[in-house]
């Protein structure tokens, strides 16, 4: 089992900048896309980026430019770079691991870390 462990959140003004990280641990049965998703009061938990074992990057669109996804060599930490934070940005971004092997779904979730930017 996959146990992912987030840091890095916390109070920032708005055009700060803030580094979540995510600790993965635990055995994986497949190389696993790693992703970053968000979800602020009374809102849909959303998208932010993903990234796959071979590096590469998705974004949702309207973040593309403002935030960065990447990991370490050992794919062991998973990073989301937030920069020019707006107000609305304030979530609770969560860390996802998620593969799929012999018809099966591996789909595990960290806590959450909370981001919160003022105005």
């Known amino acids: 089992q996959v146990h992912l462990v987030e840091s890095g959140g916390g109070l920032v003004q708005a055009g700060g900048s803030l580094r979540l990280s995510c600790t993965r641990s635990?055995?994986?049965?497949?190389?696993?896309?790693m992703g970053w998703y968000r979800q602020a009061p009374g809102k849909e938990r959303e998208l932010v980026a993903v990234?796959?074992?071979?590096?590469?990057?998705h974004y949702a669109d309207d973040l593309k430019g403002r935030f960065t996804i990447s990991r370490d060599n050992a794919k062991t930490t998973l990073y989301l770079q937030l920069d020019s934070l707006k107000p609305e940005d304030t979530a609770v971004y969560y860390c996802?691991?998620?593969?799929?092997?012999?018809?099966?779904?591996?789909?595990?979730w960290g806590q959450g870390t909370q981001v919160t930017v003022s105005s």
């Open positions: 990234i796959d074992s071979e590096g590469s990057a």
């Open positions: 635990g055995n994986s049965i497949c190389a696993p896309i």
């Open positions: 996802n691991a998620y593969c799929s092997a012999d018809g099966i779904n591996y789909d595990d």
